[in-house]
Nanobody, 122 residues
Framework: QVQLVESGGGLVQAGDSLRLSCAVS????????MGWFRQAPGKERDFVAA????????VYADSVKGRFTISRDNAKNTMYLQMNSLKPEDTAVYYC???????????????WGQGTQVTVSS
């Protein structure tokens, strides 16, 4: 069973930065495409960013393009989301996910973390 654990969330002010991490308990981490999703209260889970198995390609939601950067370190079984110029509308629970497909669709991911809260005050 693949386990994913997010960390790095918190309460920040608009314009600040945060770096989320997703540690994966799987030595074959490099077999999985990885993604970040987020869910605000009362809303659906939305795609944020995805990265291929070896990090050769990335894709972002339009709402975060130019502000967020997804990356991974296969030697450390860890994925990251660097979030800059945070806005109040970025407030959500952020989830990392692992799957066999490089995709922006949540149903294409097989394993999920428990989520980490990011709150951006104005």
């Amino acid at each position: 069973q693949v386990q994913l654990v997010e960390s790095g969330g918190g309460l920040v002010q608009a314009g600040d930065s945060l770096r989320l991490s997703c540690a994966v308990s799987e030595r074959t981490f490099s077999r999985y495409a990885m993604g970040w999703f987020r869910q605000a209260p009362g809303k659906e889970r939305d795609f944020v960013a995805a990265i291929t198995r070896i990090g050769s390609s990335t894709v972002y939601a339009d709402s975060v393009k130019g502000r967020f950067t997804i990356s991974r370190d296969n030697a450390k079984n860890t994925m990251y989301l660097q979030m800059n110029s945070l806005k109040p509308e970025d407030t959500a629970v952020y989830y990392c996910a692992a799957g066999s497909s490089y995709s922006s669709r949540y149903k294409d991911y097989d394993y999920w973390g428990q989520g980490t809260q990011v709150t951006v005050s104005s």
